[in-house]
């Protein structure tokens, strides 16, 4: 999907939500236990009974590696799910790779083509040949780690470097790597206020925001400092909707709470 | 597997080396691609040929995501074939992963426990919170990244912060971590030459050193800066040992190459 397919549908929807689909079996209702795969059932009815109310879905990888071979499995079926029945949806792969050049290139492989992801998180630290790899994939999109939402942000990523922080040189030196029009960034909506100073080293580029909801996150904070002229922003919400009720509504339960977002949505691109 | 446990093999076996497992199926020979699962079979033989010569195998998991279902499937025989068989072998998951807290115990259950991996490496960007789950695991080892052997490792890593660069910061914090006696550093042999500053913030940590072989790195002189009373070392090499030859006699070749090495290993234990 391209950038501007993907900002089309933000305005069709009215919405720039983003569903984390991090499937923990424990967390599940417990009648999808009896089915033959609990983790793509979940994701299904999910998906069913929310995709008019967000533009991209986020499967974070770590949960579907957890459970083995038949994790990885669910993860294939719910984006093939995705990719034939709603081929609208902007997918992104929370994986949070990077290796050497020719490792990184099997990974991006792995999540652009065998998979079929429109897009995957990447860390910055082993700097730009471990991530130019995934921007040489057209029409897919790399999201580097800048600033994230948990505490241990404040270990590295704060620290400053000749009178600059860490996440900041991280904009400041992949603007000018290759086909660095593919990258997007992760910045957390705990940090709010830092989207100032970063919209003015990258104005243009879309930011993944997770943290809204479960960790705390403010919406109106976060469109304040960090929406562009095209939007520029996917707010991420996983837990907080896809564990609104452990019964057997939890699908329109997800539903409910997918569409109080999308309405705060609509209320700050009418603003906007 | 402990460390002491580690430290009694490569004294039994006179080698510190460990073999990178990063099966390409357009590198393997050409027969092979004949067999149920290539990439298992390419490993069996590899291992079954070099087993005695090295004391870690280390798979790097770009190249098993890379094919999907049926890569992971491979990897997944691959360690068992490994428990089952050769249970005295260190086995690294090379997937360098990070993630909040509740994500990074999901990667931790991953490698640990469903796929059974005596330690895996770990990015360090998203400081403590994301790599004290790994380290919670009794006899497990996290293998942090501190300075990679490739170009990008100075784009951010050798950055100066407050007189100190950042991967030096990334050793000194990581030590205060809890549990940190479960951490090993992942230092490149490009770079030996850093080898006896880093000795200093970290005398006995081990360190798993790629860069041996292919990418050009000195086996005496990361010996001379980096080893310990307790050797401290792990040294990596993958292409320069799984590719020696891409005809029958693949495996027979590897063993020589990696025979080589440890015949090098040995000299360097004797004069220590």
Same mark, same amino acid.
């Given at each position: 999907m391209t950038t501007n397919q993907l900002i089309d549908q933000i305005h069709k929807k009215q919405s720039f939500l983003c569903i984390g689909l991090d499937v923990d079996l424990n967390k599940i209702p417990k009648h999808l236990l009896e089915e033959e795969d609990p983790i793509f059932a979940f994701n299904k009815a999910i998906i069913d009974a929310t995709h008019h109310l967000c533009v991209a879905y986020k499967p974070n990888t770590a949960f579907y590696e957890a459970y083995g071979i038949k994790g990885w499995q669910a993860l294939a079926k719910t984006i093939d799910y995705l990719n034939s029945n709603h081929p609208d949806i902007f997918t992104v792969a929370d994986a949070k790779r990077g290796d050497i050049g020719n490792t990184s290139t099997m990974y991006a492989k792995a999540f652009?083509?065998?998979?079929?992801?429109?897009s995957v998180t990447v860390a910055p630290y082993m700097g730009k040949d471990s991530v130019e790899p995934f921007l040489a994939f057209k029409d897919k999109h790399t999201i580097l780690l800048a600033?994230?939402?948990?505490?241990?942000?404040?270990?590295?990523?704060t620290k400053s470097i000749d009178g600059l922080e860490l996440y900041k040189h991280v904009l400041e030196t992949s $603007? =000018?790597?290759?086909?660095?029009?593919?990258l997007m960034y992760v910045v957390g909506?705990? $940090? =709010?206020?830092?989207l100032a100073d970063i919209r003015q080293i990258i104005p243009n580029s879309f930011l993944l925001v997770p943290g809204v909801g479960a960790q705390g996150g403010n919406l109106q904070e976060v469109c304040k400092y960090g929406m562009n002229d095209a939007v520029g922003l996917l707010i991420n919400s996983s837990r907080g909707i896809i564990y609104a009720s452990q019964e057997a509504d939890f699908a329109e339960a997800a539903a409910k709470k997918a569409e109080a977002l999308q309405i705060q949505m609509e209320a700050e691109l009418k603003r906007f």
């Open positions: 652009f083509e065998d998979l079929g992801f429109d600033l994230t939402s948990n505490q241990g942000a404040f270990d590295f990523q $603007k =000018a790597w290759n086909n660095s029009e593919n909506a705990t $940090k =709010a206020e830092y």
